[in-house]
């Protein structure tokens, strides 16, 4: 079940066999879609420093201490299914769609976060990993460079929002389309796709341990 307004998240367990530990982003979006391709419940370990999705969890062991604690926190997570071209591709993290290198200072950009940071922003400081939403933050009218440099500073805090040049919404999917121009990010990892795609909340997927 998601967590709900007031509730406590997470539990005290013992710490399962199966635990498999990722020390990055990259390596629980391999595990991540390994799991769901394959129809397993993911059980993994996220260390201090691993990646966007540990720091929103304040996880602070290292790999070795996950694997001799006898007792673990266990937070069940959503994850979400991004379809497109064909496929299917899952994210614990965020997904972006912006232009690439430099060029992301100029023209739309739309982020949905699961997770609350990506590297030292805190881009969604109200989101909630099993809460089954994501949330939306977008480009809204005109945001020139200038406004997008006041942005950034103020993204190391969480106090870019709100703003009138950016939209945030809360939802469970999400429909738009990739532009020629513009890269697709899921978890950090670059997907090369042009057209239109869904984006549809996965709640309680994984079980994260901390």
């Not at 993994?44 to 969890?57: H, I, S, Y």
């Not at 103020?154 to 009138?164: A, N, Q, Y």
Request: some cysteine; overall charge neutral.
């Amino acid at each position: 079940m998601t967590i709900k307004r007031g509730e406590e998240w997470g539990s005290l367990v013992s710490r399962p066999m199966e635990l498999v530990i990722a020390t990055t982003e990259a390596e629980l979006h391999r595990l991540l879609n390994a799991a769901m391709r394959s129809d397993e419940r993911l059980a993994v370990g996220l260390v201090n420093g691993g990646g966007d999705l540990a720091r929103t969890v304040a996880a602070s062991k290292d790999p070795a201490e996950l694997e001799v604690a006898p007792e673990l926190q266990r937070l069940p997570m959503d994850c979400a299914r991004t379809d497109f071209d064909g496929r299917s591709v899952w994210f614990c993290s965020h997904a972006i769609i912006r232009r690439p290198g430099w060029r992301a200072w100029r023209g739309p950009l739309t982020a949905m976060m699961n997770a609350q940071f990506i590297g030292n922003w805190d881009v969604a400081p109200r989101s909630h990993p099993n809460d089954g939403r994501f949330d939306i933050i977008a480009t809204i009218g005109r945001f020139d460079v200038r406004q997008r440099q006041q942005a950034k500073r103020r993204l190391v805090t969480g106090t870019h929002l709100p703003h009138p040049a950016l939209g945030e919404t809360r939802s469970k999917q999400w429909h738009g389309r990739v532009e020629r121009d513009q890269v697709l990010l899921l978890d950090g990892e670059t997907y090369t796709f042009t057209g239109e795609l869904t984006v549809t909340v996965q709640p309680d997927a994984l079980d994260i341990y901390i």
